[in-house]
């Protein structure tokens, strides 16, 4: 037991440098874990990059190599690992298979170790069994080779990051820092995770999935967006939204509009709007006071039952257990 006002340790995220890892995403989890602060200004997680191999260079797909400074025995001291992308899997990527070299590495690994992936990281939890028969997703441009080769897996390319308990994928490159700052907001609620992506200068939150950045047929310029009519809703939450209404803000047909919404966002309007107000709830319950009947309608969602529903289907908690756990989480 920690002595008395000793702090207790911090969590550990330990980071597998592949060769031919992008730099950019090696260098995600440590912008956004280390700058995890709690209230009094004290850092929440510890950070640590390392090899397969023991300490030394690691080649990059870029024209540099980056000195790792730890082996493979760090993966033993992690509370969470991340797997960034690389351009040199070979047969990890190819056929699924592991290599002797890094099968030996991830047996350092131990039991219960919350698993992360960054774009295509994925096949390395895949290739070691981690994600079958569970949800996962990987670069949209990969998605198929993916399921190809692992069919256990039920690869979802529209999302830009899956939350599966102990083990969490995410889609290509900076879809990353998405999943990074659900994380920080998972363990220690929105505050904290809205603080470390203002300091990033990125959204806390982004809206749709990887869809929308899928290259499509160019819209004629003349058209217009729908960018309107979210902000226009994002104002308004509280109250009862029509299609319609949203349709109208840009002089748009409800059948134009729609298909518009979904190319720009990636999801229905409808998905869209319950999405916002879910998220607006779990500012709520987290930062204020307010009874649930409260929440639900500043939310959108009308009754305390609505937002248990809506709450209970997409994060799998109660509202109450929500404010709960994310409540304590924030102030710890």
Same mark, same amino acid.
Request: hydrophobic share 40%.
């Given at each position: 037991? #920690? !002595?008395?006002?000793?702090?207790?340790?911090?969590?550990? =995220?330990?980071?597998?440098? &592949?060769?031919?890892?992008?730099?950019?995403?090696?260098?995600?989890?440590?912008?956004?874990?280390?700058?995890?602060? #709690?209230?009094?200004?004290? +850092?929440?997680?510890?950070? =640590?990059?390392?090899?397969?191999?023991?300490?030394?260079?690691?080649?990059?797909? $870029?024209?540099?190599?980056? &000195?790792?400074?730890?082996?493979?025995?760090?993966?033993?001291?992690?509370?969470?690992? %991340?797997?960034?992308? $690389?351009?040199?899997?070979?047969? =990890?990527?190819?056929?699924?298979?592991?290599? #002797?070299?890094?099968?030996?590495?991830?047996?350092?690994?131990?039991?219960?170790?919350?698993?992360?992936?960054?774009?295509?990281?994925?096949? %390395?939890?895949?290739?070691?069994?981690?994600?079958?028969?569970?949800?996962?997703?990987?670069?949209?441009?990969?998605?198929?080779?993916?399921?190809? %080769?692992?069919?256990?897996?039920? /690869?979802?390319?529209?999302?830009?990051?899956?939350?599966?308990?102990? /083990?969490?994928?995410?889609?290509?490159?900076?879809?990353?820092?998405?999943?990074?700052?659900?994380?920080? +907001?998972? #363990?220690?609620?929105?505050? /904290?995770?809205?603080?470390?992506?203002? !300091?990033?200068?990125?959204?806390?939150? *982004?809206?749709?999935?990887?869809?929308?950045?899928?290259?499509?047929?160019?819209?004629?310029?003349?058209?217009?967006?729908?960018? @309107?009519? *979210? @902000?226009?809703?994002?104002?308004?939450?509280?109250?009862?939204?029509?299609?319609?209404? &949203?349709?109208?803000?840009?002089?748009?047909? =409800? *059948?134009?509009?729609? !298909?518009?919404?979904?190319?720009?966002?990636?999801?229905?309007?409808?998905?869209?709007?319950?999405?916002?107000?879910?998220?607006?709830? *779990?500012?709520?319950?987290?930062?204020?006071?307010?009874?649930?009947?409260? %929440?639900?309608?500043?939310?959108?969602?009308?009754?305390?039952? $609505?937002? +248990?529903?809506?709450?209970?289907?997409?994060?799998?908690?109660?509202?109450?257990?929500?404010?709960?756990?994310?409540?304590?989480?924030?102030?710890?």
């Amino acid at each position: 037991m #920690d !002595r008395i006002g000793t702090p207790p340790p911090r969590h550990r =995220v330990v980071v597998l440098a &592949l060769d031919g890892l992008l730099p950019f995403e090696l260098g995600i989890p440590h912008r956004i874990f280390d700058r995890a602060k #709690d209230a009094e200004g004290s +850092r929440l997680y510890e950070t =640590v990059t390392c090899s397969i191999r023991p300490p030394g260079p690691v080649r990059t797909d $870029s024209d540099f190599s980056i &000195l790792v400074q730890h082996g493979p025995e760090a993966l033993a001291t992690a509370d969470t690992v %991340v797997v960034p992308a $690389s351009y040199e899997m070979g047969p =990890v990527y190819d056929e699924g298979r592991l290599t #002797d070299e890094l099968a030996a590495a991830l047996a350092h690994i131990r039991p219960g170790t919350r698993l992360v992936a960054i774009c295509t990281g994925g096949f %390395v939890l895949a290739a070691a069994g981690y994600l079958d028969g569970r949800r996962a997703t990987t670069h949209w441009a990969s998605a198929e080779h993916f399921q190809r %080769v692992f069919p256990a897996v039920e /690869v979802d390319a529209d999302v830009l990051f899956i939350d599966d308990g102990d /083990v969490l994928t995410s889609a290509g490159v900076a879809a990353g820092i998405d999943l990074c700052l659900h994380i920080v +907001r998972r #363990d220690h609620g929105t505050a /904290v995770a809205n603080e470390v992506a203002r !300091r990033t200068v990125v959204p806390p939150h *982004r809206d749709g999935g990887q869809a929308q950045y899928i290259q499509r047929p160019v819209p004629e310029a003349q058209l217009a967006t729908t960018r @309107t009519a *979210r @902000t226009w809703a994002l104002a308004r939450l509280h109250e009862p939204i029509q299609l319609r209404d &949203l349709a109208e803000q840009e002089a748009m047909s =409800v *059948r134009t509009f729609t !298909r518009r919404f979904r190319e720009e966002v990636g999801v229905s309007p409808g998905q869209w709007l319950t999405r916002q107000r879910i998220e607006r709830a *779990r500012h709520l319950l987290e930062s204020t006071e307010l009874s649930m009947d409260q %929440v639900a309608h500043d939310a959108g969602f009308g009754t305390a039952q $609505s937002l +248990r529903q809506h709450l209970q289907s997409a994060l799998g908690v109660t509202p109450t257990a929500y404010r709960r756990t994310f409540r304590a989480g924030a102030t710890t």
